[in-house]
């Protein structure tokens, strides 16, 4: 009798909470954007032990661990095998902004340098290929860290850096600066950047020099000698009357 | 003229009379229960988490301000999920059988008291419990990351230029111990709670510790996997008859404990809504109760 009682207590309470549960599941991954995939792959990548603790609830010290280990092949400059335990590190920890970054940082810069100087490869393209393929790599980590991450504004600029210097992608990086300057607490020189990549984006230099003057007329803190230089550029450029250029101080370096 | 005497007074007996439900005596129990634990030496265990802590400390110098934080954070908040837990199940799978083995039981209920008010004061003892700890390992763990970040300030103090300094240290101090680690450090206090609650049950059917022991861990992985299996169910996929019914007592029987893992997110620096995580830690109470009610139907009549 008891045992038939609390099987009935376990399962009207089971049914009872069954919808409260899913809707709690839903309202956290609202929240959190759960997008961790504890898939096939990633049990072969972490082992049976590191798998079963990702599933019991240890994901982000799993993730820390195998973050260590990437740290310890950095410093081997294994490259490869970086790439693989980044990926696991971030499909376990898909909304630590912190690992996307580190991630796309070793590979566009660490990376592509040490491809681009590999003295094993005498073919200086092959070299460039690998270099240009981390470039690729570092850049599909920033672009998937954004994408789990749609609301925080540091993959925007990291992967506006990455445009600018090693993509020379001058437009692509403004709009990215432009994304991150609209986050609540994006540090102001956010808008300063994409106002100045703006600047090299052909067919935007109109929009780029009012965006600067703007700058430039909220008071001296903002004369800083890329914005001066900018905006001389473009007042050539776009053959701004002398009566209405800019005060330049002589001692802005050329 | 006639004189009565009064009847011998039956008040005359200062005694309390007994009730059916008393706090006092549910607090004697849990009181005696939490002494009995600690004279175990359970507490050692904190001294194994305090090396972790000022280990991997240690240990992360070489890496950046953000992965020592990060890190640090995880491995505390980790170890306090696994103790915990660990502490919840050890504690509560030998409080019946020690009792039996000691006598200690029958002398407690020869007395009158009921069995609800037993089971109770023995769940709230190793609650007691618990909460010493995670206040502890809580301490410990701040204490650590204050001093890790004062040192990281102090380190950045001389290498930052003045004009800096202070976005530096904001973002530094963003980094470290913030309010949002709380509701973290409480699911997982209610999550060893939840579990207590239900290895208390599942020891009132149990005939060794060593059998109440595996069936905790057991639930523990399975309860991981709850929410695949739930979803699954509901959304009524082409899996046949027999895997649905499996599925199906997974889902009712069994607790979702991947809705208490919010340290993961917070750790990764997301807040958690006020309602979210109150919703969060009513779910635990409610299924710390329900395991104390089904653990007393079945304690109820039990033949000890």
């Known amino acids: ?254 | 003229m006639t004189t009565t005497t009064a009847p011998p007074s039956v008040a005359a007996d200062s005694r309390p009379a007994h009730t059916f439900f008393s706090p006092a005596r549910i607090g004697a129990i849990a009181s005696n229960t939490l002494l009995e634990l600690v004279r175990l030496k359970v507490f050692y265990f904190l001294l194994i988490f305090a090396l972790l802590v000022i280990g991997s400390s240690a240990f992360m110098v070489r890496f950046t301000f953000q992965e020592q934080f990060q890190v640090l954070k995880d491995v505390s908040l980790g170890a306090m999920s696994i103790f915990t837990w660990l502490l919840s199940v050890l504690a509560t799978a030998m409080l019946l059988p020690k009792d039996i083995e000691d006598r200690t039981l029958y002398t407690i209920l020869a007395k009158p008291v009921p069995r609800l008010e037993y089971l109770l004061g023995k769940l709230l003892g190793v609650l007691l419990l618990l909460l010493v700890s995670t206040l502890v390992m809580s301490a410990l763990f701040a204490a650590a990351l204050y001093l890790r970040e004062q040192t990281v300030i102090a380190e950045t103090a001389q290498n930052t230029p003045p004009e800096q300094l202070a976005e530096a240290v904001r973002n530094l101090k963003a980094g470290a111990f913030t309010v949002s680690l709380i509701p973290g450090i409480i699911t997982i206090y209610i999550k060893a709670a939840l579990f207590s609650a239900l290895t208390l049950f599942i020891s009132t059917y149990a005939s060794s510790s060593i059998f109440t022991i595996m069936i905790s861990v057991a639930i523990y992985i399975i309860g991981h996997l709850q929410s695949t299996a739930r979803e699954y169910w509901l959304a009524g996929g082409d899996a046949g008859a027999l895997t649905k019914i499996f599925l199906a007592i997974i889902s009712l029987v069994f607790p979702d404990l991947q809705l208490f893992n919010l340290v993961d997110d917070i750790v990764a620096g997301n807040a958690i809504a006020l309602g979210l995580f109150l919703k969060t830690a009513g779910l635990g109470v409610v299924y710390t109760c329900i395991y104390l009610l089904v653990a007393y139907f079945v304690f109820a009549n039990k033949e000890l």
């Open chain 1, 1 to 254: 009798m008891r045992h038939l009682l609390v099987a009935i207590t376990l399962l009207a309470f089971g049914a009872g909470k069954l919808r409260f549960e899913q809707q709690l599941t839903e309202a956290h991954r609202r929240a959190f954007f759960h997008g961790a995939k504890l898939n096939l792959d990633l049990r072969q990548q972490i082992g049976q032990l590191g798998f079963i603790a990702a599933l019991s609830g240890f994901r982000s010290l799993v993730a820390d661990v195998l973050w260590i280990q990437a740290h310890s092949a950095w410093e081997n400059t294994q490259w490869g095998k970086m790439v693989l335990i980044f990926d696991n590190v971030t499909a376990l920890q898909p909304r630590n902004v912190m690992f996307w970054d580190m991630a796309g940082w070793h590979m566009a810069w660490n990376a592509s340098v040490a491809a681009i100087q590999n003295p094993k490869q005498p073919r200086e393209a092959l070299r460039i290929k690998a270099q240009r393929e981390y470039f690729r790599i570092g850049r599909d980590f920033y672009e998937r860290g954004i994408e789990n991450n749609p609301d925080r504004y540091l993959l925007h600029d990291r992967l506006g850096l990455l445009l600018r210097e090693k993509f020379q992608d001058h437009c692509g990086a403004a709009a990215e600066y432009d994304l991150a300057r609209q986050f609540p607490g994006a540090p102001e020189y956010e808008k300063r950047f994409a106002a100045y990549e703006l600047s090299y984006c052909p067919g935007h230099e109109r929009e780029a020099y009012e965006r600067l003057l703007a700058l430039y007329k909220m008071g001296e803190q903002e004369w800083l000698p890329t914005l001066l230089k900018r905006l001389s550029f473009l007042e050539e450029n776009l053959h701004v009357p002398a009566e209405q250029k800019v005060y330049i101080p002589p001692d802005t370096p050329k």
